[in-house]
């Protein structure tokens, strides 16, 4: 009699849980729908935006509906950082009707305290800028640092900077750099640009880099005596990120390509030469 009241009491609970995740999943992919509807009205908005003004009429509706989707998404899921961020975002940056400052930066700080690393980053940058005293630097480092744990791109770029700089922290360019090989593997232009440029410059590869990257030059079959003979090519490895930041549109991506490839002309063109006057 006690096993079958034991064994009924463990159906229930389980029945119970099972219930409860049902439950809190539905919730977080209703909650996920409205954010796709939210973000898809500002990627709209953002698209025209650079064409009219910022308060242009037109824009209204694309921005009440994001607005609302953003809040039924918080309504379904009140731990949903997304939908926290992209308000916050909206009553920031944006002529929304009913835009509060004083709101978004609450929802900002809230979806960055909860770990979503866009907050992070957006709260970090914000706080380094608007804001001119020691203990905002210390705040904006820290967000910051908690994005690049993340491998948020943005922040990874931000951080590296911070390193090549010595902006708060000790220079260190070891540092700089690993922050930009891992921010241009996820496509940002910029630290795509400063990687090949510290390369070009001479800058040594971190050890932790080299084991990992595909641009090698290998020496002559006689001389190769196992596979770790293998030498990086800082040059080819340049150029892989300016291809990565030319491929996320960035102009300076393609004239650095387009440099290297007319030095590399002009450095055959006076080999051929000396050899023709051997």
């Avoid at 993340?150 to 590296?160: D, F, K, M, S």
């Avoid at 440099?259 to 030469?273: A, H």
Wanted: glycine share 6%; aromatic share 6%; proline share 3%.
């Amino acid at each position: 009699m006690l096993r079958r009241l034991i064994l009924r009491q463990a159906t229930v609970a389980a029945s119970r849980d099972l219930l409860q995740r049902r439950g809190i999943h539905n919730r977080n992919k209703k909650a996920m729908e409205y954010v796709a509807k939210g973000w898809s009205a500002i990627k709209e908005v953002d698209r025209v935006i650079d064409y009219c003004e910022l308060n242009d009429r037109r824009l209204i509706p694309l921005l009440r509906g994001a607005k609302e989707n953003f809040e039924l998404a918080l309504e379904a899921d009140n731990l949903n950082t997304h939908a926290r961020f992209w308000l916050s975002k909206l009553h920031l940056k944006y002529h929304v009707p009913g835009a509060c400052k004083a709101v978004g930066a609450a929802l900002l700080v809230e979806a960055a305290d909860m770990g979503n690393a866009d907050a992070q980053y957006e709260l970090g940058c914000r706080l380094r800028v608007e804001n001119d005293h020691v203990q905002s630097d210390q705040q904006a480092f820290h967000y910051i640092e908690n994005a690049v744990d993340q491998l948020h791109p943005g922040a990874l770029y931000l951080l590296g900077i911070v390193y090549l700089t010595g902006d708060c922290v000790k220079q260190d360019v070891d540092s700089a750099i690993w922050c930009f090989h891992r921010a241009s593997e996820k496509g940002h232009a910029g630290a795509a640009i400063a990687y090949g440029s510290l390369l070009l410059r001479g800058a040594k590869v971190p050890e932790s880099l080299t084991k990992l990257s595909t641009v090698v030059v290998s020496p002559p079959k006689k001389s190769r005596k196992n596979p770790e003979d293998l030498e990086i090519n800082p040059l080819e490895m340049a150029k892989e990120q300016f291809q990565i930041a030319a491929r996320a549109g960035c102009d300076l991506g393609l004239k650095w390509l387009q440099r290297l490839e007319q030095e590399e002309k002009l450095l055959m063109s006076e080999e051929d030469n000396e050899c023709a006057h051997v």
